[in-house]
């Protein structure tokens, strides 16, 4: 990723704290995903997978994880959220985001996985490179636009603003600490 | 099913001359103390069969790793071992040659000769001796041939080595090789090593990218401050085209020709453009003429002020001589008035001298007048000599009056010329004076002459001696104190502009610094888009898909290991039971299951149980587990009944059992031995008598002497039954 978006995103990790800067992240990633022209996009808040997003003639439904350690849980829940998905014809995906400087987001087919902690070398493999180059641009630059705003904000704003841009969101909103 | 039938080996191993054994009979013994011969004969069948196969760390067995065909005793000698096997219908005659070649190489030969009289060589034979024998060495290993090592080895109390020793005994060192090689390459290790090495790397990217944007900020703050809020490159560039043109029209209102500067097209052209402008400001602030005609005014004032004070000390120095002058006047009367009296003076000295000289005349008669009548001391000398009147003490007297009368005289004289020199001294000095003084005010007067000429050439007028210079210098510098405060006006607003193009430098300059900081960041921006980062990305892909790779090759040779062993058990599984507790008669153990343990991806893991599942280990005794051994070599083999092979070779398979188990082991052969020709290798003398006494097939024995390097192995046959 970008230095900026690095910096602006240790910035939100740091103000809002591990667990709520995943769910701005997932919002970013949902937002990501519309402006690259996705056609349905749905960002759950909520029990479920975390975006499911129509792109063109592919469907994905991804579980999203964000860390500052070499790995991410994937959960038996995860795989059973993903499976029931991927029966409505979306590919499982496991869209993970070191935060780190010279990190980008992996974007992992799901359907080899197992559940477990899960490292981003373990993920090499069975990464979506087309799709993580497509979306990693787009995620720069929605985190640049959007940062000072989701900084003060945080998760209203941006619930806010997917559905300005027509994105489904079904959530429940987490409060800063 | 094919069994030996006649083996001949000749310079193999511990062999030296050809030594011929016929197995006609079910079974075969052969017999000897340690180090005769016997395992090698062993040895000879199996690397018949099998060659280079048998040799090597690939076997499992230790004592095959270095392990050396030909004789060693034997300096140019060829290992070969021709062996018979038969069935039913034909008869092979397989031969096996090593030989020595050039440069001390090993040559092996295989020869394959058929009961019709054909015969094939070389990869054909190796061909067709395959599809004779139709088993691989592990097969062999695990049906025909039970080496003492994989009996040894299960005697261990260590798990994961009974675990391997077991794995061999089912013949499935191969795949327990392969996990060993695997995770020898450590792939999981390797890829952490990388990862550690490349999150050092990106530790010092974060800290390089934390250091810039500390300084980027700090580059902002002062920025701001000098009034530049939003410090961007066109920014800095609409600065620059002020700032050059602020430049002319200064050089245009100075009556200078403008300098070139050339304006910057990038960020990156800012420092050539601010060093260019910082020396036209310098050239500007040196050349422009008000600075000019300020500088010339300073040096004409302070030519001016140098004389002025040059006349006034010349002027102090004149009025200090008066000065002088007038006191020596005071104190001798004037200049004249001291050469008088220093003549006079002189004159007074030169008189009082001749008087003394006068003095000192007379008083030279006297003394000369004394002396004499001294020496006519003949004469009375109270008598005149020159009256010849009485004169009593005469000489007496006149010495004494005339010493008194004489130093009285010079006395007197002599203290005149001494205050008439002490004078004289006085006056020499007031002259010499008078003529100092003479000499400065000359000099005094010259550089009073000289000043004013200096003043009146600086002032570009004559001025005569009627000139006072003092008050006409004074009022020169008031008018140049005058112009001079009218062009310090003009040359501070100039320079004020000066200071403005300055501070616009300035603030290019942050502007720069700010715009280069940028960069920066943007360089470690571009690492991840760099060739050698993408390289090392995809070199890091490239691993983690070998480590992929390697654990799926690992999981797939565990599960056919463990697949294969579960066959090989389950069909076995009821003999190995029977032959153990035929071996034992343990009366603790109704019955023996050897457990495969349930696949964890891992090697194979056995367990030893009784029929309900419980561990047996800790209750066997060694000469339990040799039977162990044993039972599941023997069961292996029987279970293979409907192998090619015909026979089975057991080597020392009486150890570590007591005489019951041997008396089993014998009856457990006994029943092997209806479906396999036995040959067997023992120095158990109680063992041969038990083979001897209880085992009901017909038997040969070939007796093994003492070995020696020059004789080989001593071999007798004799045929018990």
């Known amino acids: ?177 | 099913m094919l069994v030996p039938r006649r083996l001949v080996v000749q310079g193999f191993r511990g062999f030296r001359e050809p030594v011929e054994f016929h197995f006609t009979q079910p079974a075969t013994l052969l017999f000897g103390e340690n180090r005769s011969g016997k395992s090698s004969t062993l040895n000879a069948i199996e690397w018949c069969l099998f060659g280079d196969d048998c040799i090597g760390k690939q076997t499992g067995i230790r004592e095959r790793i270095g392990w050396i065909v030909p004789n060693g005793h034997m300096s140019a000698a060829d290992a070969c071992v021709e062996l018979e096997l038969a069935n039913s219908k034909n008869s092979y005659v397989i031969r096996r040659t090593l030989r020595k070649g050039a440069k001390k190489a090993l040559v092996g030969e295989l020869e394959l000769r058929f009961s019709d009289g054909t015969s094939c060589t070389a990869d054909v034979a190796q061909q067709r001796l395959a599809q004779l024998v139709k088993a691989e060495f592990r097969d062999f290993m695990t049906t025909v041939y039970q080496h003492q090592e994989a009996v040894r080895a299960v005697l261990t109390q260590e798990p994961r080595e009974r675990n391997d020793a077991i794995d061999r005994l089912l013949g499935l060192s191969v795949y327990r090789n392969l996990l060993d090689a695997l995770a020898k390459v450590k792939a999981a290790e390797r890829q952490r090593a990388m990862r550690a090495q490349f999150d050092a790397f990106e530790q010092r990217v974060q800290t390089a990218l934390q250091t810039r944007q500390r300084d980027l900020e700090e580059l902002r703050v002062e920025a701001a401050s000098a009034g530049v809020p939003l410090p961007k490159e066109a920014n800095a560039l609409a600065r620059a085209t002020r700032l050059q043109r602020l430049l002319d029209e200064f050089a245009t209102d100075s009556g200078l020709a403008p300098q070139p500067i050339a304006l910057p097209g990038s960020w990156t052209e800012l420092p050539a453009f601010e060093t260019a402008a910082r020396q036209a400001v310098v050239w500007l602030r040196t050349e422009m003429p008000s600075t000019k005609e300020q500088r010339e005014l300073y040096a004409r004032q302070q030519g001016l002020l140098k004389l002025k004070t040059d006349w006034e000390q010349a002027g102090v120095g004149r009025d200090a001589l008066g000065r002088g002058t007038r006191e020596l006047d005071v104190e001798f009367g004037g200049q004249r008035a001291v050469a008088a009296e220093l003549s006079a003076t002189l004159l007074s000295i030169e008189e009082g001298r001749i008087q003394l000289r006068q003095a000192n005349g007379r008083a030279a008669l006297v003394n000369e007048a004394i002396a004499y009548l001294e020496q006519a001391g003949a004469e009375p000398a109270d008598t005149c000599p020159l009256c010849s009147h009485s004169a009593p003490d005469l000489l007496t007297a006149l010495r004494r009056q005339w010493q008194e009368k004489l130093q009285a005289e010079v006395a007197t004289i002599d203290g005149r010329i001494q205050e008439l020199t002490q004078r004289k001294k006085k006056l020499e000095v007031g002259a010499q004076r008078y003529r100092d003084l003479n000499e400065q005010l000359q000099r005094s007067l010259q550089r009073l002459t000289l000043c004013r000429k200096e003043i009146g050439d600086r002032l570009g007028r004559t001025l005569g001696d009627d000139d006072d210079p003092l008050p006409i210098l004074v009022a020169e510098l008031e008018a140049i104190e005058e112009c001079g405060r009218k062009l310090r006006a003009v040359v501070e607003d100039k320079h004020r502009r000066l200071e403005e193009a300055e501070q616009e430098l300035r603030r290019i300059r942050l502007i720069h610094g700010v715009v280069h900081s940028e960069e920066k960041k943007r360089t470690l921006e571009a690492i991840q888009e760099s060739p050698p980062f993408k390289a090392l990305e995809a070199a890091r892909d490239a691993v983690a898909e070998w480590v992929c790779d390697l654990e799926a090759v690992r999981a797939s040779v565990a599960a056919v290991a463990h697949e294969e062993a579960g066959a090989k058990l389950k069909a076995a599984e009821r003999t190995i039971d029977t032959y153990f507790r035929a071996l034992t008669r343990h009366p603790a153990v109704q019955g023996v299951r050897l457990q495969l343990e349930e696949a964890r991806g891992q090697r194979n893991s056995y367990e030893v149980t009784d029929q309900d599942g419980k561990d047996l280990t800790p209750i066997l005794s060694q000469g339990d587990l040799n039977a162990l051994a044993l039972a599941i070599f023997l069961g292996l083999a029987s279970a293979s009944a409907d192998s090619d092979l015909g026979f089975v070779m057991l080597d020392d398979p009486s150890q570590s059992l007591g005489s019951e188990h041997k008396k089993q082991l014998v009856k457990v052969l006994d029943d092997v031995a209806q479906n396999k020709r036995l040959l067997l290798a023992t120095m158990d003398r109680e063992f041969r008598t038990l083979l001897a006494d209880h085992l009901q097939k017909a038997k040969t024995e070939y007796a093994f002497g003492e070995w020696g390097p020059e004789t080989g192995p001593r071999v007798t046959r004799d045929n018990p039954s």
């Open chain 1, 1 to 177: 990723m970008k230095t900026t978006t690095y910096e602006c995103l240790t910035r939100l990790h740091t103000r809002h704290g591990p667990r709520i800067f995943g769910k701005i992240c997932q919002k970013f990633v949902a937002l990501a995903f519309r402006a690259g022209g996705s056609s349905h996009v749905v960002e759950r808040g909520v029990q479920g997978v975390d975006v499911d997003a129509i792109w063109g003639t592919e469907r994905y439904a991804l579980e999203i994880r964000t860390t500052r350690t070499n790995s991410v849980p994937f959960l038996s829940k995860d795989v059973d959220g993903l499976a029931s998905r991927r029966q409505d014809g979306y590919r499982p995906m496991l869209g993970a985001l070191q935060l780190r400087v010279l990190a980008r987001w992996y974007f992992a087919n799901a359907a080899f996985l197992r559940p477990g902690p899960l490292t981003f070398d373990a993920m090499r493999p069975i990464r979506h490179r087309e799709l993580e180059g497509r979306v990693q641009p787009l995620f720069d630059t929605v985190v640049e636009r959007y940062f000072e705003e989701t900084l003060a904000g945080s998760q209203a704003y941006l619930d806010h603003l997917l559905r300005q841009h027509g994105v489904c969101v079904e959530c429940e909103t987490l409060s800063s600490p």
